[in-house]
């Protein structure tokens, strides 16, 4: 699935029909169709937490979906030999590889929260890295709602939403030259008053690149 989500954003990667049906899974994925599964906890303090868990053994099976790609996207390069799919599968193994490391997000996620720390629209969880290791990241649980609910809203309320997602996402690369590299629906929220969520949701992980 998580192949899926990223070919999803490459859009000469695969035929149209492809790309179609993969780009469901950004926003209507099953939440054990993932590297690991969000669960709502409490703190000893009582603090609502949300503690993200890779499920067992998945190093393996990542690999094991990986040879089965590799196959695919040599199947696709002698349907279409103008795509030098290699340079694909050295980028989706890659960022796969990274995101069995939570100890990298935790990183990347307190990077972002510091770039953001005065966008006063923009919310990033606060990562506990005392409760978080290689395969379980914590943070504080943040409510919000999924971005595409934002379509039945006034058009006023939808323009305060993408003023805010410009802010989410394109401030950290003109300032600091730091790029969000997963930037599919799922990973986005929306919370009061149209403010921006990013992080994680039950449905879905998230990476982060930093290409400067």
């Known amino acids: 699935m998580k192949v899926g989500q990223l070919l999803a954003t490459i859009l000469d990667g695969l035929p149209d029909a492809y790309i179609e049906e993969m780009r469901a899974l950004q926003s209507e994925a099953p939440a054990v169709a993932s590297l690991g599964q969000v669960h709502r906890a409490y703190g000893l303090n009582d603090r609502a937490l949300a503690c993200k868990l890779q ?13 089965q790609l590799k196959l695919i996207l040599g199947i696709y390069k002698g349907h279409d030999p103008s795509i030098d799919t290699r340079e694909i599968l050295h980028e989706l193994t890659t960022r796969l590889r990274e995101e ?13 929260g510091e770039i953001l720390k ?33 379509k039945s809203q006034p058009q006023l309320a939808r323009n305060r939403i993408a003023e ?9 690369l003109y300032r600091y030259g730091v790029l969000h590299g997963d930037p599919y ?28």
């Open 55 to 67: 499920y067992p053994d998945m190093a393996s099976k990542v690999e094991a979906d990986l040879r």
């Open 118 to 150: 005065n966008e006063v629209n923009v919310r990033v969880p606060v990562v506990l890295p005392e409760l978080s290791t290689r395969r379980l990241l914590t943070m504080t649980w943040l409510e919000g709602g999924p971005l595409l609910d934002a």
């Open 164 to 172: 805010n997602m410009f802010a989410a996402w394109y401030r950290p």
């Open 100 to 112: 069995l490391d939570y100890r990298r997000e935790t990183t990347h996620l307190q990077l972002f």
């Open 185 to 212: 629906l799922g990973n986005y929220t929306i919370c009061a008053r149209g403010s921006v969520k990013i992080g994680d949701s039950p449905a879905c992980l998230q990476r982060w690149s930093m290409p400067f």
